[in-house]
């Protein structure tokens, strides 16, 4: 297992290589339609991902410790959806989908540094629309509720006083699409 580690002055970035890792879990999905045009979705997974022994740097050193979780894996995810479509007229059919997604906590690094850690996030997506033969029209918002959640976070400099690097979700998005389709 390749891990990106960072030197302790935060200058350079470099791979490392685990000797082993560890992972486990289930995954489960469940789909229903209980009318004609309505589906619901349920998908959810359990991961249990470790490295499995110390990884040392060139100088002997313990750079991040067995057991540590394996960055950017979270323990759980879950999806939830609704998806329903329905004729609007002799040619147009209407669609409307609403999604959530839940990510639980993971870690930026292979040390676990408490100030790398991603909190877990739950996003809400929702889009509405129209579609005839090859051309649909449909409003969308993704992050509809606006959560604020990091997906990467970086101190680059540990010894120094300076703000962790942070990559954010994408904040609330709203949009209008136009689909032609082109068989």
Do not use: C
């Not at 540094?113 to 996030?121: A, L, Q, R, Y």
């Amino acid at each position: 297992l390749q891990l990106g580690f960072i030197t302790p002055d935060g200058l350079f970035a470099f791979t490392g290589n685990a000797g082993k890792a560890e992972s486990t879990g289930v995954e489960v999905e469940f789909i229903s339609r209980p009318t004609d045009g309505l589906t619901l979705t349920l998908n959810t997974s359990y991961i249990d991902a470790d490295i499995g022994e110390d990884v040392l740097n060139d100088f002997g050193d313990v750079i991040a410790t067995s057991g540590n979780k394996i960055p950017f894996v979270p323990d759980f995810k879950v999806y939830a959806g609704v998806d329903y479509q329905f004729p609007m007229s002799d040619s147009w059919d209407g669609l409307v989908n609403v999604g959530y997604t839940y990510r639980g906590a993971t870690y930026s690094d292979p040390e676990n540094t408490e100030s790398e850690k991603n909190d877990s996030f739950g996003l809400v997506n929702m889009t509405v629309g129209a579609q005839t033969g090859r051309w649909g029209i449909f409003a969308f918002a993704k992050n509809l509720l606006n959560e604020e959640a990091t997906t990467y976070r970086q101190n680059l400099i540990g010894a120094l006083a300076l703000p962790i690097y942070s990559t954010y979700v994408r904040p609330r998005t709203i949009g209008v699409e136009l689909r032609a389709n082109f068989d």
